[in-house]
């Protein structure tokens, strides 16, 4: 664990780029907000409701099960708002920030299903909450990507006939072993945390933010407001991501070979 700091703005942003200029490995995690810039809404902002609904009740197997219709009506939503949308300043900063380190010492995990990362040329991706281009049989299990193609209301797969469901995890699911083990992999090697626009209320996602302290690793935190992760963080930085990430990786990329503090 590393003693709290109280820095200006402007002190804190230069404490983190030589952070993680000190940096051997580094990974990220992000939410909904490093896509609110690119018109996408966050989970949890102003009432939080989606036609009335929290998205604890449309995101959940049971939910499906009862109104297949309904949760196909919320995906679809969003299945439209991802076509029409582009990575924004802070995607493209992060997809810099692996050109920096090089991917295999750099890990974007995400709990976003918006696919903006790779859009922005992320490379070593872990989507802990699946894609919302790509959907599952309930009958055969087959997985395909339809990418943003518009789905009926209540889509049937073409191989068996059965209806297809959103291929992204909901509450109540676990996530993908073999994603969530190489996320825990990247945390446990990383000396430089990033958690940026995430409210870090979902677990496990949350909970690589604690791994990451136990591991001894900076966590800095990005975001517009404190958050359940600010007082788990070494550092907040806030703002918008879209501005704060550009400029964090110009002033990391202005202190080439730094290897202190
Ligand atoms: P939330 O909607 O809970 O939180 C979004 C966070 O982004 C908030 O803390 C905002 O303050 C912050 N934010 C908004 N705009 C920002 C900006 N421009 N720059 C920086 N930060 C900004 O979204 P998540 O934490 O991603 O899960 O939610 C986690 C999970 O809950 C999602 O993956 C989804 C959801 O329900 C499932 O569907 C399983």
């Known amino acids: 664990m590393h003693p709290p700091v109280d820095d200006s703005p402007i002190d804190a942003l230069d404490r983190a780029a030589r952070w993680l200029a000190a940096a051997r490995s580094?990974?990220?995690?992000?939410?909904?907000?490093?896509?609110?810039?690119?018109?996408?809404?966050?989970?949890?902002?102003?009432?939080?409701?989606w036609e009335g609904h929290r998205v604890e009740d449309v995101a959940t197997p049971e939910a499906f099960e009862r109104d297949p219709a309904l949760v196909w009506n919320f995906?679809?939503?969003?299945?439209?708002?991802?076509?029409a949308a582009g990575p924004n300043a802070g995607h493209l900063a992060l997809a810099a920030l692996e050109n920096h380190f090089g991917s295999d010492r750099f890990a974007l995990i995400t709990q976003n299903v918006d696919g903006l990362h790779a859009a922005a040329g992320s490379r070593h991706i872990l989507e802990l909450h699946g894609n919302l281009r790509t959907v599952r049989c309930t009958g055969c299990g087959i997985v395909t990507d339809r990418g943003v193609e518009a789905l009926p209301e209540l889509p049937r797969c073409d191989a068996c006939g059965e209806l297809l469901r959103p291929a992204v995890v909901w509450f109540h699911e676990p996530l993908p072993e073999d994603v969530w083990y190489e996320a825990s992999m990247a945390v446990r090697d990383c000396n430089c945390f990033l958690v940026v626009g995430t409210s870090a209320v979902v677990y496990p996602a949350a909970g690589l933010i604690e791994r990451a302290r136990a591991w001894d690793a900076r966590v800095i935190e990005i975001n517009l407001a404190a958050t359940e992760a600010s007082h788990r963080a070494d550092l907040s930085l806030f703002g918008p991501s879209g501005q704060i990430l550009p400029e964090l990786v110009r002033q990391l990329e202005s202190k080439p070979g730094e290897r202190s503090e």
């Open 75 to 83: 995906y679809n939503a969003r299945r439209a708002s991802i076509a």
């Open 26 to 49: 580094v990974a990220v995690l992000t939410g909904a907000g490093v896509s609110a810039e690119s018109g996408l809404a966050t989970f949890r902002a102003a009432d939080g409701l």
